[in-house]
Nanobody
Framework: QVQLVESGGGLVQAGGSLRLSCAASGGTFSSYSMGWFRQAPGKEREFLVAISSSGGGTYYADSVKGRSTISRDNAKNTVDLQMNSLEPEDTAVYYC??????????????????WGQGIQVTVSS
């Protein structure tokens, strides 16, 4: 059983930046591909970005491509999401998730076996 805990959310002004972190415990972190999703009020959960178990492969959704960077540290069991040029439309609860994929990445939520509790990001205009 893998436990995931997000941190780093909060309130930021439009145009600003945030760095979200996700700490994993209870499993072999390097065996899992990791992803970030978000869900805004009244909307479906949206895939943002994923990183392969080794960190060598990434996949970004168009909504965050070019202004976000995912990274992972398998020694520290963490995965981070650096987000820049934030806009009010980025306001949502952000989730990290783990998938048992030794190679490759996935943008499909049902692929992911474990989820964090989510963390609020609010971007003010």
């Amino acid at each position: 059983q893998v436990q995931l805990v997000e941190s780093g959310g909060g309130l930021v002004q439009a145009g600003g930046s945030l760095r979200l972190s996700c700490a994993a415990s209870g499993g072999t972190f390097s065996s899992y591909s990791m992803g970030w999703f978000r869900q805004a009020p009244g909307k479906e959960r949206e895939f943002l970005v994923a990183i392969s178990s080794s960190g060598g492969g990434t996949y970004y959704a168009d909504s965050v491509k070019g202004r976000s960077t995912i990274s992972r540290d398998n020694a520290k069991n963490t995965v981070d999401l650096q987000m820049n040029s934030l806009e009010p439309e980025d306001t949502a609860v952000y989730y990290c998730a783990a998938a048992r994929l030794r190679i490759g990445v996935s943008k499909v939520a049902s692929t992911y076996h474990y989820w964090g509790q989510g963390i609020q990001v609010t971007v003010s205009s």
